[in-house]
T-cell receptor
Framework: DTAVSQTPKYLVTQMGNDKSIKCEQN?????MYWYKQDSKKFLKIMFS???????INETVPNRFSPKSPDKAHLNLHINSLELGDSAVYFC??????????FGPGTRLTVT | AQSVSQHNHHVILSEAASLELGCNYS??????LFWYVQYPGQHLQLLLK??????LVKGIKGFEAEFIKSKFSFNLRKPSVQWSDTAEYFC??????????FGQGTELSVKP
């Protein structure tokens, strides 16, 4: 009965590869988010979708492309991975602008 | 742009000591404020939130926070910490656009 789930939990890949991270929530929320947590544990929002529409798009390289097939899913595709993309990526969801519930995170390591 | 500042990078306490973690934000309008906790290797969990009303809010696990509008502060407190409170604590403010802006985090280490 996991509320916000992400797959995979760990992802190790080489520079230049393309990878995807998936996120699903079963809370019935209408808004979903992607955050990046760097090595110093600083959390920064990347994207937000409300009812499958992109509403927040921070200054993120074009190599990152979110996709929301429905309200319960928000996937993150990353092209041409770089060393600096290594981080923990957290998905979150909320009902409109209320408190956000976070997934377990995906630790991406680019070698 | 909205910003959140947490005063302490790393706090070390003995069990049963009292805790206060500072948080200041920059926005002067209506704000929604949050404290999240991240236990080692885990995801963020909501400790407490302030939307409106009583500025003293109580959260889970004995934590509380006080919203002081004149000081742009939302400090987190706990009267007596336990070893299991060892974690990273994040203050966050939601801006009018719906973005959650996080502070840089405070690592709390509680010695048994």
């Amino acid at each position: 009965d996991t509320a916000v789930s992400q797959t995979p939990k760990y992802l190790v890949t080489q520079m230049g590869n393309d990878k995807s991270i998936k996120c699903e929530q079963n809370l019935g929320h209408d808004t979903m988010y992607w955050y990046k947590q760097d090595s110093k544990k600083f959390l920064k929002i990347m994207f937000s979708y409300n009812n499958k529409e992109l509403i927040i798009n921070e200054t993120v390289p074009n190599r990152f492309s979110p996709k929301s097939p429905d309200k319960a899913h928000l996937n993150l595709h990353i092209n041409s991975l770089e060393l600096g993309d290594s981080a923990v990526y957290f998905c979150a969801s909320s009902h409109s602008h209320y408190e956000q519930y976070f997934g377990p995170g995906t630790r991406l390591t680019v070698t | 742009a909205q910003s959140v500042s947490q005063h302490n990078h790393h706090v070390i306490l003995s069990e049963a000591a009292s805790l206060e973690l500072g948080c200041n934000y920059s926005y002067g309008g209506t704000v929604n404020l949050f404290w999240y906790v991240q236990y080692p290797g885990q995801h963020l969990q909501l400790l407490l939130k302030y939307f409106s009303g009583d500025p003293l809010v109580k959260g889970i696990k004995g934590f509380e926070a006080e919203f002081i509008k004149s000081k742009f502060s939302f400090n987190l407190r706990k009267p007596s910490v336990q070893w299991s409170d060892t974690a990273e604590y994040f203050c966050a403010v939601r801006d009018q656009g719906g973005k959650l802006i996080f502070g840089q985090g405070t690592e709390l280490s509680v010695k048994p």
